[in-house]
């Protein structure tokens, strides 16, 4: 009998926990949807409950952009307007009826260094996702090194730099919308510079600026580490970024955990990386956290609830007011729920 593969039901049913504190209050702040095409399992509404409706008090979720559903005609600048249409459709649906979490928020792409253009993009963008739209993200990420990444970013060399870029995301501050960003460890003092030249816009650093643990950076985890915290005390000291706490599970960041014949279990998470989501937490303060599942992508190394109890084990150490703001309270304030 053949073992079911990662990231299926039947694997993540291996694992299953009792929830933790199930009465608190959750804003998942950042997952994705998509149809099951060009090697993604799908991922819909009803996948979504399914996983927010396993036990703990999701109430809210924001959707980030993933490249699902793009237009296939237009000029290429128009084509993620695709996406926002899609998620728009998806998230009435949630406001509609089932009695699952309702997206509340909606993160999209264009490409920030449009110019003149930027500005007419934004409203198309605002007017498709029906008073969802909160912010972009054109991410960064780029690594020398791609064919070993199982989810290899698109960022341009030297996107964080570019003048055209930097003026990009500018402008989202003035109009009150937020840049995220996912990029690799690499990255993190590129996107500190970065941080510092656009002081009036909010930046989201997604998945702590994934730490690398494939490749060539298999083996590394320690010197990775090192040069990772020092680089977050650095991020943290601009006051214009908000950290969100998850993704590290993802295949990338080298944990093994897709590949094991059953997914870890919440105490794994704690005791594989509690260390990071505590320094985060101890350079940006709570009120710049917030937990982040990331699924359906770490979907492919633990349950959605799974993820959830290690969140409120790491929580423990912290008070009432701190918990609050990293499960509920950054998130609502950040994209304004």
């Not at 919308?177 to 510079?193: I, K």
């Not at 290690?310 to 150490?317: C, E, H, L, N, T």
Request: charged share 25%; aromatic share 10%.
């Amino acid at each position: 009998m053949s073992l079911p593969a990662p990231g299926t039901d039947a694997w993540l049913a291996q694992v299953r926990e009792d929830i933790i504190d199930p009465d608190r209050p959750i804003v998942d702040p950042h997952h994705h949807l998509w149809h099951g095409v060009g090697g993604r399992t799908r991922y819909l509404l009803a996948d979504l409950w399914s996983d927010t409706g396993a036990g703990h008090a999701i109430e809210k979720t924001v959707f980030i952009e993933c490249r699902a559903n793009y237009r296939t005609d237009g000029p290429d600048h128009l084509k993620p307007l695709g996406e926002t249409e899609f998620v728009a459709g998806i998230a009435r649906a949630s406001r509609d009826g089932g009695g699952g979490a309702i997206i509340a928020g909606f993160v999209g792409h264009t490409d920030l260094r449009l110019g003149a253009n930027l500005d007419d993009t934004l409203k198309m963008h605002v007017d498709a996702a029906q008073g969802l739209f909160r912010g972009i993200r054109h991410a960064g990420a780029r690594d020398p090194h791609p064919e070993a990444l199982s989810i290899p970013g698109r960022g341009a060399e030297g996107l964080y730099a570019d003048a055209d870029f930097r003026a990009g995301v500018a402008r989202l501050g003035k109009h009150g919308y937020t840049y995220d960003t996912w990029h690799y460890h690499h990255q993190n003092a590129a996107f500190a510079d970065l941080a510092r030249a656009v002081r009036d816009t909010t930046l989201v650093l997604d998945h702590f600026g994934t730490p690398l643990g494939v490749g060539i950076y298999a083996g590394q985890r320690e010197a990775i580490f090192d040069a990772w915290k020092r680089d977050i005390e650095t991020i943290a000291k601009c006051p214009n970024v908000v950290a969100k706490l998850g993704g590290l599970a993802m295949p990338d960041n080298g944990f093994g955990w897709d590949k094991r014949a059953r997914p870890a279990t919440s105490d794994e998470l704690v005791a594989a990386q509690g260390r990071y989501y505590h320094h985060a937490i101890q350079c940006f303060g709570p009120n710049r956290c917030m937990f982040e599942s990331n699924f359906p992508v770490d979907r492919r190394s633990l349950p959605y609830g799974a993820y959830w109890n290690a969140m409120k084990k790491i929580a423990a150490r912290y008070s009432a007011d701190e918990q609050h703001a990293m499960f509920n309270s950054t998130a609502t304030r950040v994209y304004k729920l």
